[in-house]
């Protein structure tokens, strides 16, 4: 029915012929089989469905039916064909490592490899952003700039896990295999196991491995405690063999996850650490480079491509990670903007001083790089007081919390205040109930684990001192 306003902008009042004409039919590239649309099936719309952006091929959801090969279900397979959707995809990671100032051509970056979908797309753009650096180094007349090195490693939970040793043999030669493919320049590639943190006989740190993961009872606290470690064993690897960036494959759907499982224990405060592109609270800033790619993006990447997959210490997930996992899958088959929603929504949180590269780590002949970095710089707040750490997971703690917990006269602290020390769901989730356990527990911690969270606290001790010292009395003072 006509609504016969000449200011109507709905276009309800136009008759049938002139809407048929300023509204052709649609193409609709992903409607199941057999389903008519504007008069013709799917079948058929999928066959002639084209790119968005080159105009020309036909979209990968329409190539794979016509091949009846693939299930490529995502809304990029409706709208790019194969080649755009790589060039779309790997811009988004070069974009994130141009602006961020992630690589220069003087780093050496480790590239942390799982053998899953994320880790093995990381390593695969690395080696494509190296690839294209030694062209045109070997192009340029003044070799001016050099090309940034590439390791990988891989963190070996054999003996917290209840994988076989044949099965883990048969993935590390898949492994090798994977990164023999590469082109040049070599990669060295590092197989390290979880209990090297220890500076023990191996042996000895397989017992204190599993002694530490024994004593914590929460399945999430296990979870989270295994996570940490594998952070601690790549600082390791990174400080040992001279590389100066760790490059992780974290995407947004992991980072969607982390953002609502942080919220349900208790770690607000330290979330906008977490999920940005840039982590240098470590010894060796760490950099998430696919932190605007979903992870349906980066398995249809793989299948496009035939990069083989290596599934080893796969389990699935329980207590508050698997909960929250299930239900960001169900929410993102729903809405498949949810994963994307959640990381932006959480990207409003203002980030931490240490979420950005310090200006020493730029290359100073990287002109276009800078300018990018300067142009999409974080806003941090420089103004935050300075930050404890986690003794366990070294998030950030309010300095508020810690201080009441620090001696100043003997900077040490005591027993019960190395448990205070801790954020709130590792004191919950991670830390015995029992009092009498915990200096055990604390003993069993990797020296490298603690040394990190007290390097932070003396930190925080002398600039918090720098800021009261006017109001501090003299020894020779009434």
């Not at 799982?114 to 093995?120: I, V």
């Not at 750490?389 to 019960?416: E, G, H, M, Q, Y």
């Not at 003396?458 to 010292?469: A, F, V, W």
Request: charged letters at 25%; a negative charge.
């Amino acid at each position: 029915m006509a609504c016969n306003s000449g200011t109507c902008q709905s276009g309800c009042y136009r008759d049938s012929s002139n809407e048929a004409e300023e509204h052709p039919p649609v193409k609709i590239a992903n409607e199941a089989p057999n389903v008519v649309a504007n008069g013709r099936k799917s079948t058929e719309l999928l066959s002639i469905a084209v790119c968005v952006k080159c105009k020309v091929n036909k979209t990968i959801a329409a190539a794979a039916s016509a091949e009846d090969g693939g299930d490529f279900s995502g809304e990029d397979s409706g709208r790019f064909c194969a080649d755009c959707f790589r060039s779309n995809l790997y811009g988004k990671f070069r974009f994130a490592v141009t602006s961020n100032a992630m690589i220069s051509p003087l780093d050496n970056v480790l590239v942390a490899f799982s053998g899953g979908t994320c880790s093995r797309v990381a390593l695969q753009f690395t080696h494509e952003m190296q690839s294209k650096a030694q062209k045109n180094y070997d192009a340029s007349p003044d070799r001016a700039l050099p090309v940034f090195g590439v390791g990988v490693a891989f963190i070996d939970e054999k003996a917290i896990s209840a994988v076989s040793s044949d099965d883990l043999d048969r993935a590390i030669e898949k492994m090798k295999l994977i990164l023999s493919d590469l082109a040049p320049p070599v990669k060295q590639f590092h197989v390290v196991p979880a209990e090297a943190i220890y500076s023990l006989k191996a042996g000895d740190a397989k017992d204190r491995l599993n002694e530490l993961i024994n004593a914590v009872s929460d399945v999430t606290g296990k979870e989270d405690l295994l996570e940490h470690l594998r952070m601690l064993s790549l600082q390791k690897i990174a400080v040992e063999h001279g590389y100066t960036k760790v490059l992780l494959g974290t995407c947004t759907s992991r980072i969607a996850c982390h953002v609502l499982e942080a919220t349900v224990k208790g770690r607000g405060y330290s979330l906008a650490a977490d999920i940005q592109y840039v982590d240098a609270r470590w010894k060796i800033p760490v950099v998430l480079p696919l932190r605007d790619c979903l992870i349906h993006e980066l398995n249809t990447l793989c299948s496009l491509d035939s990069l083989m997959i290596v599934e080893v210490f796969n389990g699935t997930q329980s207590g508050i990670n698997g909960l929250v996992s299930s239900f960001v899958k169900l929410l993102q088959e729903e809405n498949p903007s949810r994963e994307s929603t959640i990381m932006r929504t959480a990207g409003k949180l203002t980030p931490f001083h240490f979420n950005r590269m310090s200006e020493d780590n730029n290359y100073n002949d990287q002109v276009a790089s800078q300018r990018r970095q300067k142009k999409y710089s974080l806003k941090t707040n420089d103004a935050l007081p300075p930050e404890s750490f986690c003794r366990i997971c070294s998030s950030p703690l309010k300095i508020s919390t810690f201080v009441t917990s620090i001696s100043f006269d003997n900077a040490k602290t005591s027993l019960n205040a190395r448990g205070a020390a801790c954020c709130a769901s590792c004191q919950f989730q991670v830390l015995p109930e029992d009092p009498s356990s915990l200096e055990h527990f604390i003993s069993l911690l990797p020296p490298s684990m603690v040394s990190h969270a007290e390097d932070g606290d003396h930190l925080s001790q002398r600039q918090l001192r720098e800021q009261i010292e006017d109001c501090l009395l003299s020894d020779n003072e009434d």
